[in-house]
């Protein structure tokens, strides 16, 4: 009867070892699954040239009218190219506080502020202000000088 009953100490081994490797096999999945979701979208580094890019968009459809396909200037100053005098706002915050409560002029403060972000990186990689491979913090625009 007792022979029945006892289990054979290899098996149990195995059973062990099936144990540990599904152990395994678990962490490794959650390890997996950890790192795939790591890069968070607010972690991303963006660039003054990818705003730069997405920027153009908003400028075309909301400042090109005043300002000149080019933002050399009509019914609004230049404000890209040689004849443009942004540097009078010394660092990107002053030109921010500028667009973001004056522009567009016939309707002021009505971009999103992601918008006013991307039209701001325009303007500074178009006047020289920023090159394109400087990452684009939002919480430090008093940093960026608007000097060539
Ligand atoms: C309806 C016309 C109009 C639109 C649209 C417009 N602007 Fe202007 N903008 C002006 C005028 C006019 C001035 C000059 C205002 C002043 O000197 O007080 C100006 C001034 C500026 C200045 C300051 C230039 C300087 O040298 O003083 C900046 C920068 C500017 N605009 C950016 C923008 C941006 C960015 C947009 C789009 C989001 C925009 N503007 C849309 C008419 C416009």
Redesign the pocket.
Known sequence: MAQWCHIPSEWSSLRMAFLAMSALVIVVLLATVGTACQPSESKKVVTFGQYADEGKA??TQ??????GDQGQG??????MGTS???Q??DTAQG?NA??TV??????PGT?SPQ??QR??G??MVQNGFAVRDTPFNAEKLQDYQLKR
């Open positions: 908003v400028f909301n400042c090109a009218k005043c300002h009509g019914v609004g100053p230049a404000i443009a005098t942004l009078k706002f030109l500028f667009i004056a522009m567009p002029m016939d309707a971009l918008d006013y039209v701001l325009y303007l």
